[in-house]
């Protein structure tokens, strides 16, 4: 009885995953598990805790045959019976660390393929070459290398750890930090204390546009444009401009919208005149925007 049902269901799944494009082996794992998970629901939903008086009456053998099933399913999809379908039985899986159409061993040690430093092509599944791709900052057959801009943190027989180089090094180093570069990148120069050290361009060699100022930034500088009141800035805001725009006029250090209202000849337009008041033109609220947020918006 179980062994009909277990051969009708590994049929069931050869039929479905013929036609699906993905890795076989994750549909039949996926299958497997989406049926377990259905039958739990399923069971729960249908059978006790409910009125069992009546499932029992209207259900008939029906119910008592249908408990049965599902006590073999649960069986069926323990871990061992779940991986003999995938593997053994339908033959599209292929146990830890193993791979390829025969269920070769991954390459490296049997319990850590790769130096635990990637993963085997194809592992766990009848599909792939067995070769190790290395995760970031590892190379080598076996991911038992350090990668360029990469150094050993720690390294014994069997395990390799590797750790990025501080972002100021050219390329390679031997301990993290701006002290530890072989050599400094561009916009770093080496300082006896602090190593690699960052190199303020906006003070040496930069140069930005008129309506632009410079900012500097780690190993690099960028030019930003200046707030909207200046004619020119050394920073972004009202505070920092060296002269005001056209519309803006300089008041404690700051560059203030002009109040066109104000000046009489604004309003001798005759309509306003006759009311006596004058329509100021809409507020410039980006004054309050006086962030590098604001900035960067502007520049976009
Ligand atoms: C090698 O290092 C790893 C972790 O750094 C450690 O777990 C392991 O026991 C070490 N093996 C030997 C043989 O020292
Ligand atoms: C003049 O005043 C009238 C009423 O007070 C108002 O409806 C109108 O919009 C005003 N015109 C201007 C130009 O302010
Ligand atoms: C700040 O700028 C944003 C858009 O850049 C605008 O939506 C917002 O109203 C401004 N805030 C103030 C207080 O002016």
Redesign the pocket.
Known sequence: MTVNRLTVFSLFIISLIKYVALDKCSVCRGIIDNFDEGLKKTAKANFGGGNTRWEEKSLGSYATSETRLVEIVENLCSKDIKEWLCIENIKVCCPKNTYGPSCSQCKGDTERPCTGNGKCDGEGTREGTGKCNCDSGYKGDLCDECKDAYFEESKNDTHIKCTACHESCKSTCWEAGPKGCDECGKGWEQNEEEGCKDINECETDASCEHGQYCSNTQGSYHCATCHKACDGCTLYGIDKCDKCAEGYTMEDNSCKDVDECQLEDVCE?E??K??N???PKPKDTSDDNNTKDAMEKEEL
């Open positions: 337009d309509n306003k006759e009311n008041t004058c329509i």
